[in-house]
């Protein structure tokens, strides 16, 4: 190879590495990708910064804005009840629910479906005494099945369309992708139906633990210097027999001090911690001689407007990275974590220096408009109220909902590209009052958009370095010595293994054009070979941060982090399957 082909091996790797371990915001990690390949001169300026004036970023916007029209009015809430019934019969109701579910997730994006729907059906398996952890994986695979059967089912699909269209070739048509989405969907629904309900354990979430445990919390209080506790031992101080609460550990100086007894000695600064439920915890506050060790983070608990929250954090959420108290959490959010479940388990450690992860669930104290300031925000996947009721339909769902049908019509049929289409849909959104502009702005991620844009410029190195045809001779060689439809499953293969590890539209743009080349080395049409690029990137189905969808439902549906695979790998295996079988059956290979 070239030592072009080298370096942006390098780069594509550094990028790669860096959004598997989630240590920087996609956008940045990829954005600073395309600016290396620039420096050294491997794309030209115009190269690098094409995707900034691609169709594919415009289009992916203002579905976002259609999308968020949708979710704000509920437009889809009142089939709900229809679709999952009085919950006679496991099986058919979960069949009911991911066939609705993939019908829709065909016409809008995916991530505000699962967002609507996950609250409402958690209810529902509640109020029938059966676990939500049933419902929400398949929910949300669900969804990712039904983005595969339209162009605009996923940004992805509008991202390689995007990219046919930088190569010299026509853009995917609206049905282009159902010749090979349906059978996998259908495929997939079927499966998800018959597999889950043996496949899926019981979970709780985190806000029926806490309700369970009478919502113990773990709070952190420091001896005041001095103070009515300095020098006096554990039981004289009033500590050994505190209703509701009861002292777990002791640090001193950095140091555990174990075993913690009635006779232990207090000292000013000594760090304690208490397990306890929520009132208890405010009369811990009024005791002489201890003050809240979480003083920059610490919400006032006696404000009787005062409500419980949960909230999930998402990849794109400015909180990783950093502890809470680096953040500014309290000042920035108004709000306190008095609780975290990560992976099935309260986290027990001090609030103030914990590092979120993705898919962690907070459980916050906050004020009650706390869900409408950032429920629309990328700081956190899913915002819900606990015990509070669904939202209802807005009055004007209908229209919301017929901007959303017209979109798909006038584009399905050809009337109108779905670029000119979907921001006819945007601007109508807007002008039919179902937007504020301030809401679609909101509803818009930048960090999805730079992503995209950054990823053409980062593709076309990998192409014009030479490294794309490198890669498909050294990693599809061999798939490619026995055949088209080898090849075609070796490039499935290696797009959903990268899919598990950084985004699927970072996935699909660094594939692509080895897909291109691995086509043209076996004498297959390359487009056939991109659609399975488009339909592999978007299934993932093996953990919670492979598809924001997954980790919306990570925390809700109490899952660990093994669980995804138990119902994903076989899953992920009849998805290769099919796509190789109906590839030949189409004649693409």
Sequence with gaps: MSWEAWATLAIVAAVVAT??????APSLAMFVGVVAVLLLGVVSPAEAFAGFSNPAPITIAALFVIA?????????????HGVLGRGRGDRAALGRLVTFVATASAGMNNTPIVAML???????????GRSPSRYLMPLSFAAILGGLLTVIGTSTNVVVSGLLEA???PALGMFELTPLGLPIAAAGLIFLTLA??????????????????ARQFVVHMRVERGGALDGAAVESGGLRHLQGLFLVGLERAGDSVAPVTPSTRLQGGDLLAFVGVSDAV?????????????ERHFLDFTDPGNTFFEAVVGGDSPLLGRSLRESGFRDRYQAAVVAVHRAGARVHVKLGSLTPRIGDTLLLLADPGFRERWKDRSDFLVVSRLGGPSPTASRRAPLAALIALGVLLVAGTGLAPILHASLVGAAAMVLGGVLTPAEARGAVSLDVLVVVAAGFGLGAAVQQSGLAASLAESVLGPFGELGPAWALAGVVLVTLALTELITNTAAAILVFPVALTAAGQVGAEPRAFAIAV?????????????YQTNTMVYGPGGYRFSDYARLGAPLTLVVLAVIVTAARALGWV
């Excluded at 996950?118 to 029938?128: F, G, T």
């Design 282 to 294: 405010l009369e811990l506050q009024r005791m002489r001689g201890l003050a809240s060790a979480e």
């Design 196 to 213: 889950a309900p043996a496949l899926l354990p019981d979970r709780r979430s985190s806000a029926e633990r806490a309700g369970e445990e």
């Design 118 to 128: 996950s609250p409402q059906v958690s209810s529902w398996a509640r109020r029938l």
């Design 534 to 546: 488009a339909v592999a990137a978007s299934c993932s189905f093996l953990t919670p941060i492979g």
């Design 19 to 24: 959004l598997a371990r989630g240590k920087a």
């Design 68 to 80: 968020g029209g949708i979710e704000k009015t509920g437009a889809l809430q009142p089939l709900v």
């Design 167 to 169: 190569s010299g070739m």
